[in-house]
């Protein structure tokens, strides 16, 4: 399915230390309206450790509750690791760690 392709191969440049929004990525591929099915092919991810797919959090800056890969605190764990710092609600602050391609 190309959407999906689109979608690994846009989460695929997310850095580390960075995260980006499914809404985002929906308008990064040209489908602004389609952030749920960001998320759909985000949980079929084909290549776990490949595709950094915890990178990806909502609008609000808060981790998935049905990260495919193992549950919320396995992403938290893993974004952690590369830096990302959580205020004490559980929320990252996208004015700090929010991937902007077009200025890095």
């Known amino acids: 399915m190309a959407f999906f392709e689109d979608v690994y191969d846009l989460v695929k440049q997310i850095p580390k230390g960075k995260v980006t929004t499914y809404g985002h990525i929906a308008r990064m591929i040209g489908q602004p309206r389609k952030s749920k099915i960001v998320g759909w092919a985000l949980h ?38 590369e830096g990302i710092i959580f205020d004490v609600s559980g929320i990252i602050n996208l004015q700090e760690y929010l991937w902007k391609p077009d200025s890095q």
């Not at 609000?60 to 974004?79: H, M, N, P, R, T």
Request: glycine share 14%; aromatic share 6%.
């Open 44 to 81: 079929s991810n084909p290549q776990p450790g490949i595709i950094p797919c915890h990178r990806v959090v909502n609008r609000k800056g808060e981790l998935s509750g049905s990260f495919a890969f193992g549950g919320i605190e396995v992403q938290k764990k893993l974004l952690e690791e």
